[in-house]
């Protein structure tokens, strides 16, 4: 199989990040007009670095948790109570006030959210240490634990003067474009692949295989789960923090586990194991809600109002298409293959261009995926 | 704290404790088989208080209770047929995954079939008739459902340990591929334990609806997992303990919001849970189990 060479290959991404740039520039300037598809584009940013996080866990090191919505919740908190502009704060905290030491604590955006990703790790780390012993489903149902109990925490009335209890937090300022949840949600993401492909990345992945073969070969099961542990809280939490800031207001509700489920249907969606089938997950089914919005509204067809068409709706039909992609389609887009060029070129090759006539060999299917594997690793 | 305020807070507690163990069974039952937590129980239960409540509004009580236990218990077989069974060979996180999709899809079509908005119970005569006894004051559902629990768990013990049905169950959940060979038919026993967690989730859902007087479509996923909690907390697989871990989680919660500490008794549960993964991870009845390479 013909394979492109690396430049044309260089030259073709940069090609895509600048017609990406531009296009996000030219609707930045013109927020009024695209403020909705803006609004979209961010939220599918902000989901893909969660997404990425937890694939780091589930898909690469065969960790299951479920405590991404506590983690995220940390992150948004902290982000929250550091940018909240000083003069806007009395009527944030109009209840009980705010705690004497954060009253005149602020930081630059890029700081809070640093910030916000450290607490999470640092919160992932303490949590590690008990959680990471157990194994599956214990794993899975015991993070998720944690992040309910860190919700309680939040809307903890003894906690008032710090998130404002049940009240949420509200004036967080904005992005101040588009381009920069990008820019921060693609350092994220590149930081994450860089993690992967390092030799922890890979021993990441020899635990994820077998953990005892793994352990056999000198790797440390405990350090190396606690690693990628607190790398995916710390990306977590940084997430947490850019959807408090897309949202500007927020509260105790907006992380619950339907948040945590929501993450982990667009790992599902993309492929666990893949970043950028998680990255592609998190746009289309952020974009497929709106999408699906036409099924809500009352549809008329010649003066025939087609039954089924009402509030809620759509949702149903998006879990249909999820239930459908988890039971038949069970390695979702991507499975654990990555976008490369190269297997785009092979795909096009097979089935556009059609150039060989000759009936291809029945191994040809298998060289494919492996030219694109290796592809990734590059 | 008063006596009297006590044995109220206690009375409280045992009743939601009943309802907890009766939700609780159906976990531990469907994880001892298919070593499966069934995301989608807490559902059910909700399932099963939006039956009855449209059932009600056309029939008696009396005609109503049966039909809806036929079809939460067919909704509940219907489930492991579309979402579980077609997963038996793969991975244990599939079979997670998809049960946390039909949950997922059980609340959005409840939210579409039913709206969000809470609805009302129904009152079924009798249940809700208020006893006192001295200073204490009670609704009889409050003083059935502990019995009823203890009843019930009592009849499925007898099943599991006297039928050809229950040995079959036990069999299965201590090896299921020797199991097969000995000609059991895999699938009908995980049938019939599903519609045996369904119909217990239903009983519940009855008890602890009428006490909380409405249904909205995500008032199964908190009671859920907190009945898978009380699973794990009584040892999974094993029946009293899942009724022992739902009376103390009911109990335990119930006196938490009676102290003023109403924000974190949810966050209790998950804590009873995390201390005992850590400290004794079979659960008080559990049987150890050792893990083969």
New interface residues.
């Given amino acids: 199989m013909k394979t492109l060479d690396k430049k044309t290959t260089y030259a073709l991404s940069a090609g895509l990040l600048a017609i990406a740039v531009l296009i996000l520039f030219y609707m930045d300037q013109n927020r009024a007009a695209y403020n909705y598809p803006l609004s979209i584009l961010q939220r599918s940013a902000i989901y893909a670095v969660a997404a990425v996080a937890m694939n780091l866990l589930?898909g690469f090191t065969g960790l299951?948790s479920l405590g991404q919505a506590g983690f995220m919740a940390i992150g948004a908190y902290t982000v929250a109570v550091l940018t909240i502009p000083v003069s806007a704060r009395p009527s944030v905290y109009y209840i009980s006030g705010i705690a004497d030491p954060l009253a005149e604590a602020t930081a630059p955006l890029w700081v809070a959210l640093l910030i916000g990703g450290l607490l999470a790790a640092l919160l992932g780390f303490l949590i590690g240490y008990?959680?990471l012993?157990?194994k599956?489903?214990?794993l899975?149902?015991?993070t998720?634990?944690?992040s309910?109990?860190i919700r309680?925490?939040i809307?903890?009335?003894m906690l008032n003067r710090v998130t404002n209890g049940s009240y949420g937090l509200k004036s967080i300022p904005g992005f101040p474009s588009t381009l920069m949840v990008f820019l921060i949600a693609g350092l994220c993401i590149f930081l994450m692949v860089l993690v992967i492909r390092s030799s922890y990345g890979r021993a990441f992945q020899a635990i994820r295989e077998d953990e005892?073969a793994a352990e056999s070969m000198g790797i440390g099961l405990f350090k190396h789960k606690q690693m990628a542990f607190v790398i995916s809280c710390f990306f977590t939490g940084i997430s947490g923090g850019m959807l408090a800031v897309f949202m500007r207001s927020i509260d105790s509700k907006t992380f619950q586990?339907a948040l945590t489920?929501d993450i982990?249907?667009i790992v599902?969606l993309g492929g666990?194991g893949s970043v950028t089938g998680s990255v592609l997950g998190s746009f289309l089914m952020t974009a497929g809600r709106e999408w699906l919005r036409f099924f809500d509204n009352p549809l008329v067809i010649g003066g025939f109002q087609v039954p089924l068409f009402?509030?809620?709706?759509r949702?149903?039909i998006?879990?249909?298409i999820?239930?459908a992609v988890?039971?038949y389609y069970?390695k979702g887009l991507m499975g654990t293959r990555e976008f490369s060029w190269n297997g785009m070129y092979a795909f096009a090759q097979k089935h556009v261009l059609k150039r060989n006539k000759t009936p291809i060999p029945a191994e040809s299917d298998t060289e494919d995926s492996a030219t694109s594997e290796r592809g990734c690793s590059k | 704290m008063s006596s009297t305020i006590l044995l109220q807070h206690g009375l409280t507690g045992i009743s939601l404790g009943g309802a907890y163990a009766l939700i609780a069974i159906g976990y531990t039952m469907v994880y001892g088989i298919l070593r499966l937590i069934n995301f989608a129980h807490g559902d059910i239960f909700m399932m099963a208080g939006y039956f009855m409540i449209f059932a009600m509004a056309s029939m008696p009580w009396f005609a109503a209770i049966p039909i809806v236990m036929m079809l939460t218990v067919v909704l509940g077989i219907a489930i492991e047929q579309v979402a579980y069974k077609p997963l038996r060979s793969a991975p244990r996180m599939s079979i997670m995954i998809s049960a946390i999709g039909v949950s997922y899809l059980l609340q959005n079509l409840a939210t579409y079939l039913f709206t969000a908005l809470p609805r009302g119970y129904p009152e079924i005569p009798y249940l809700k008739k208020i006893l006192r006894i001295g200073d204490v004051s009670a609704s009889l559902v409050t003083i059935i459902t502990p019995f009823l629990t203890v009843v019930l768990t009592f009849l499925l013990l007898s099943l599991i340990n006297h039928t050809k049905l229950g040995m079959a169950m036990r069999a299965v959940s201590k090896d299921y591929e020797t199991s097969q060979l000995m000609g059991i038919k895999i699938n009908k026993v995980i049938s019939a334990t599903f519609a045996i967690g369904s119909l217990l989730a239903f009983i519940g859902s009855l008890l602890y609806f009428t006490d909380r007087m409405t249904v909205f479509p995500f008032s199964g996923t908190l009671p859920g997992l907190k009945c898978f909690v009380a699973a794990v907390l009584g040892g999974i697989g094993s029946i009293p303990g899942a009724v022992v871990g739902g009376f103390i989680l009911g109990i335990g919660e119930t006196l938490l919001v009676a102290l003023g500490y109403s924000t974190f008794s949810d966050a209790f549960t998950f804590a009873i849970l995390i201390v005992m993964l850590l400290f004794r991870p079979t659960g008080l009845f559990g049987e150890k189990v050792t893990d083969k390479v």
Avoid: Q
């Fill in positions: 589930t299951f008990p959680v012993r157990l599956s489903d214990y899975a149902i015991a998720l634990g944690f309910e109990i309680a925490f809307a903890a009335p005892i586990i489920y982990l249907l599902v666990i009402r509030t809620g709706f949702m149903v998006f879990s249909l999820l239930m988890v039971l069970r």
